[in-house]
């Protein structure tokens, strides 16, 4: 008997691994399809409008820059759409990991996801 609730919790953490790994392809695809979407049609539209292939100013949009969406080419803020989509890609796979771990209560798990997440936080805070 125990050893088939043994098997059953085991069966459980297989299926639970399995979905998470489809969510995070899943996650991973449309954000990078999207986020190189963006990248694409601002660069061609920037080559289009300027018929230059130089990029002039920040690799991304300031934050604050991004409140005033009109004061801004549609092709710079596509690609730093683009961008930071990309960049935030790893930040969301550890968050998607953190809560499938807390909802399985696997608290090792859980620990090790939650100072990967603080970690990509420091990194991307500090530049490193």
Known sequence: MEQKTNNH??????KDMG??????QFLSRVVSLVGIGCMSFGF?????VRGVLILPGDPTLPFPEFLQITHEPISL???SVGIIMLALLPSVRVLIAFFTYLHRKDMVDVLVAF?????????IRSGV
């Open 9 to 14: 919790k085991q069966d459980s953490k297989d």
């Open 19 to 24: 979905s998470l790994e489809v969510a995070m």
């Open 44 to 48: 061609i539209r920037l080559i289009i």
């Open 77 to 79: 803020l596509s690609m």
């Open 115 to 123: 100072i990967v997440f603080l970690e990509l936080l420091f990194s």
